[in-house]
């Protein structure tokens, strides 16, 4: 499931923004989600629509 895009290049992608990264998803806990219906980003991307949703808003929150 992709939370934040763009995030980095991944030519660019280094080990420290490797391990923070880590550090966060393993603190953040399971969860049930759903992807049983389809929705628009803008008009230009058609993805898979998360239900509940709240949960990939927070990560994606609180990454930015």
Do not use: C
Request: a positive charge; glycine letters at 4%; charged letters at 20%.
């Amino acid at each position: 499931v992709t939370v934040l895009i763009p995030f980095v290049n991944p030519a660019d992608l280094s080990i420290k923004t490797l391990t923070v990264l880590k550090g966060y998803f393993t603190r953040v806990s399971m969860f049930k989600v759903t992807f049983d219906s389809t929705a628009w980003f803008e008009d230009r991307v058609v993805y898979l629509q998360p239900k509940p949703g709240h949960q990939f808003r927070t990560i994606t929150k609180q990454l930015l």
